[in-house]
């Protein structure tokens, strides 16, 4: 017996419940996994850190570098390195908006124009704690970034000693997080790049740089 005209019609409501009811797991397991992403993030920077041999910060906010650059100035490690530095941004720059420190950039402080994004941070600062014969790492980054940048940089250097530095600026209301839009997507974009990064290293394919 030949389906009836309703058969297609019927086919395609149940394909769009469905695909309704998958698109409703996909929005709860966002909100829940960026809950519980939240939840272990950093709400201050720490008190104290060990001394190690490098310092590496993570571009993407001016108070990384800054706190980099007081990291080194209390010689809580031997070398700066600074990834991820726009192609267009040269050491005077740098020099200028931080001023005073002429004489640490001209000693101790490398810059990395060449990451463009987490993954690639790490294998510019593995090439850099191989140059220098490193085993030590203070990692200075957002609170928000550190769970995945922790990830890639173990992966990726997975005998050099790892400690991390969150920075959480003043004017963050990370406590807050849920009633700011823009940290939310942040957090959400966040929960599902580290998702993604953890997948891609479970099943051992390699990053982007």
């Known amino acids: 017996m030949a389906p009836g005209p309703e058969a297609p019609w019927r086919l395609l409501a149940g394909l769009a419940r469905w695909t309704f009811r998958l698109v409703l797991l996909g929005a709860a397991c966002l909100v829940l996994g960026t809950i519980l992403f939240a939840a272990r993030l950093d709400r201050r920077e720490p008190a104290a850190l060990r001394p190690a041999e490098g310092i590496v910060?993570?571009?993407?906010?001016?108070?990384?570098?800054?706190?980099?650059?007081?990291?080194?100035?209390?010689?809580?490690?031997?070398?700066?390195?600074?990834?991820?530095?726009?192609?267009?941004?040269?050491?005077?720059?740098?020099?200028r908006q931080w001023p005073g420190r002429d004489a640490?950039?001209?000693?101790?402080?490398?810059?990395?124009?060449?990451?463009?994004?987490?993954?690639?941070?790490?294998i510019e600062t593995?090439?850099?704690?191989?140059?220098?014969?490193?085993?030590?790492?203070?990692?200075?980054?957002?609170s928000y970034h550190v769970p995945r940048a922790q990830l890639e940089f173990a992966t990726a250097m997975p005998h050099v000693g790892l400690q991390v530095y969150p920075v959480v600026p003043e004017a963050s209301r990370i406590n807050r997080w849920w009633q700011e839009p823009a940290l939310t997507r942040i957090l959400m974009l966040e929960f599902v790049k580290y998702s993604?990064?953890?997948?891609?290293?479970?099943?051992?394919?390699?990053?982007?740089?």
């Open 104 to 122: 640490l950039f001209a000693c101790c402080i490398d810059l990395d124009f060449r990451a463009r994004n987490t993954y690639g941070n790490a």
């Open 126 to 142: 593995r090439d850099w704690v191989q140059r220098h014969g490193f085993s030590s790492l203070i990692l200075v980054t957002a």
């Open 196 to 209: 993604v990064a953890r997948v891609r290293i479970l099943v051992g394919l390699p990053g982007r740089s």
């Open 57 to 95: 910060v993570l571009t993407g906010g001016a108070d990384r570098i800054l706190d980099g650059l007081d990291l080194l100035e209390k010689r809580l490690g031997r070398r700066l390195f600074i990834s991820g530095v726009n192609a267009q941004t040269r050491a005077e720059t740098l020099k």
